[in-house]
Nanobody
Framework: QVQLVESGGGLVQPGGSLRLSCAAS????????IGWFRQAPGKEREGVSC???????FYADSVKGRFTISRDSAKNTVYLQMSSLSPEDTAVYYC??????????????????WGQGTQVTVSS
């Protein structure tokens, strides 16, 4: 059974950092593109970053230079290191597995399995 479980969210002050984790089970994470998405209240879900099977990465312009996606194949886990956080980064963050036909995409419709999400709140 394919499962993705996010963790690491919480409350952080502006300018602070957080590391999110996405632990996968039921499949080998490194064989797929894994993406991070976020959804703020009243807004559409937006792609943040993704990493494909060969380790290539892609970032949305809004997070480029502040967020870093990485993968630990031994732990079957993908991470999202977030720094220089601002209130605009407040959202529920989700990780997802892309359909095998797609690589390095941030279109939500191309992802077939999703985690339950973890809340990130940036506030003083």
């Amino acid at each position: 059974q394919v499962q993705l479980v996010e963790s690491g969210g919480g409350l952080v002050q502006p300018g602070g950092s957080l590391r999110l984790s996405c632990a996968a089970s039921g499949f080998t994470l490194s064989h797929y593109t894994i993406g991070w998405f976020r959804q703020a209240p009243g807004k559409e879900r937006e792609g943040v970053s993704c990493i494909n099977s060969i380790g290539s990465t892609f970032y949305a312009d809004s997070v480029k230079g502040r967020f870093t996606i990485s993968r630990d194949s031994a732990k079957n886990t993908v991470y999202l290191q977030m720094s220089s956080l601002s209130p605009e980064d407040t959202a529920v963050y989700y990780c997802a597995r892309a359909s095998p036909y797609y690589s390095l995409t941030l279109y939500p419709a191309r992802y077939d399995y999703w985690g339950q999400g973890t809340q990130v709140t940036v506030s003083s």
